[in-house]
């Protein structure tokens, strides 16, 4: 008759470290990310009651401010599972948000966009295609909609004093050109890291910043915060593969 043997309590507590292993090198960087968003939103909650008058300055804060957590994800090496995951609940608030104003402060002020939406899936297809192998481009493609964009709005209402017209839209030409501007930065700093200095970077990044611009000037429905993360990590991935960087 056989007996149950009993694991001693040495090999339990090894066990039980081999399981929270895991656990932990999935749940601390998401924490992360989780506490870098909340201190995100209560910032622009504060900031819409100290500024009632400028509810646009509180949407461009958030969108620069939530772009960036892309920078933390690939610090933090956060999987690609993760990040889709993130980006497909982001998409499901953002729907019920049309319905149900959850955070009035952070969507769309005095007009119709699905800006929220959009950007959300360009987080997710990014994500999805480069994520594993070149994350290099879904920051680039992200962070050039955050700064670009937010850039854009913010120099745009300040200063934008010579105006033209797209598809009934108001542009600036100082806020094209601030698109423009943070557009290269952006690029331009992330190629240099990731590929070193060389002309063809800096070339790289002017043509997806002029890109960049022209797609962010048909912004009818928000739909600038698809096209331009898409077809500017699009395009800077095809450029770096088709130039020789020896």
């Known amino acids: 008759m056989g007996?149950?043997?009993?694991?001693?309590?040495?090999?339990?507590?090894?066990?039980?470290?081999?399981?929270?292993?895991?656990?932990?090198?999935f749940?601390?960087?998401?924490?992360?990310?989780?506490?870098?968003?909340?201190?995100?939103?209560?910032?622009?909650?504060?900031l819409s009651r100290l500024i009632p008058n400028d509810p646009e300055l509180t949407r461009k804060v958030v969108h620069i401010g939530s772009g960036n957590?892309?920078?933390?994800?690939w610090w933090l090496d956060i999987s690609t599972e993760v990040i889709v995951s993130a980006a497909i609940i982001a998409?499901?608030?953002?729907v019920t948000s049309y319905i149900i104003p959850i955070l009035p402060s952070i969507e769309s002020v005095g007009r119709k966009s699905f800006g929220t939406l959009f950007y959300a899936i360009s987080i997710g297809v990014l994500t999805a295609y480069f994520w594993q192998d070149?994350?290099?481009?879904?920051?680039?493609?992200?962070?050039?909609?955050?700064?670009?964009?937010?850039?854009?709005?913010?120099?745009?209402?300040?200063?934008g004093k010579h105006t033209y017209q797209v598809f009934q839209?108001?542009?600036?030409?100082?806020?094209?050109?601030?698109?423009?501007?943070?557009?290269?930065?952006?690029?331009?700093?992330?190629?240099?890291?990731?590929?070193?200095?060389?002309?063809?970077?800096?070339?790289?990044?002017?043509?997806v910043a002029l890109v960049a611009t022209i797609l962010e000037a048909f912004s009818k429905l928000g739909i600038d915060n698809l096209t331009v993360p898409l077809s500017s990590a699009a395009l800077c991935f095809f450029c770096v593969q088709a130039l020789s960087f020896n």
């Not at 749940?27 to 504060?46: D, Q, R």
């Not at 957590?69 to 994800?73: D, F, G």
């Not at 992200?142 to 745009?156: H, K, N």
């Open 27 to 46: 749940a601390y960087p998401l924490g992360s990310v989780f506490i870098y968003l909340a201190i995100l939103v209560v910032l622009a909650e504060t």
């Open 69 to 73: 957590v892309i920078l933390l994800a």
């Open 91 to 94: 998409a499901a608030i953002a």
């Open 3 to 25: 007996h149950l043997e009993l694991s001693s309590p040495v090999e339990n507590a090894i066990a039980l470290r081999a399981l929270a292993k895991p656990i932990a090198n």
């Open 169 to 207: 839209i108001t542009k600036s030409w100082e806020g094209s050109l601030a698109m423009a501007g943070a557009s290269f930065a952006v690029t331009g700093l992330i190629l240099w890291l990731v590929e070193g200095n060389s002309w063809q970077i800096w070339s790289i990044s002017l043509v």
């Open 134 to 159: 070149s994350p290099q481009y879904t920051a680039i493609g992200i962070l050039t909609m955050a700064w670009g964009d937010g850039m854009a709005a913010i120099i745009g209402q300040r200063f």
